[in-house]
């Protein structure tokens, strides 16, 4: 069993940047194939990124290209996302997922952890 817990959301300006953090207390975490959702209110919940399991491979949304980079430290089994450069549009509810499958994943049910999300709001 893998327990994710999402931290370091907040309230930030728009052009702000900010990193949010999950760790993970499972075994093997370096199995993983790790990714970050978000869900804006009235909203479907929709990929932003991903990363592979030595921390090489990584993909990312259209939306969040050039401006996100997610990273993992295996020793500490912990992802990240940094976001700079931040827009009141990536206001949303932000949440980690583990996928135990091969190769990347960009479907929630591509996915078979999840953390209970942290929020960030973007004011502009």
């Known amino acids: 069993q893998v327990q994710l817990v999402e931290s370091g959301g907040g309230l930030v300006q728009a052009g702000d940047s900010l990193r949010v953090s999950c760790a993970s207390s499972?075994?093997?975490?370096?199995?993983?194939?790790m990714g970050w959702f978000r869900q804006a209110p009235g909203k479907e919940r929709e990929f932003v990124a991903t990363?592979?399991?030595?921390?090489?491979?990584?993909y990312y949304a259209d939306s969040v290209k050039g401006r996100f980079t997610i990273s993992r430290d295996n020793a500490k089994n912990t992802v990240y996302l940094l976001m700079n450069s931040l827009k009141p549009e990536d206001t949303a509810v932000y949440y980690c997922?583990?996928?135990?499958?091969?190769?990347?994943?960009?479907?929630?049910?591509?996915?078979?952890?999840w953390g209970q999300g942290t929020q960030v709001t973007v004011s502009s």
């Open positions: 499972g075994r093997d975490f370096s199995l993983y194939w």
């Open positions: 990363v592979g399991r030595s921390g090489s491979s990584t």
């Open positions: 997922a583990a996928r135990r499958g091969l190769g990347p994943g960009t479907r929630d049910y591509n996915y078979d952890y």
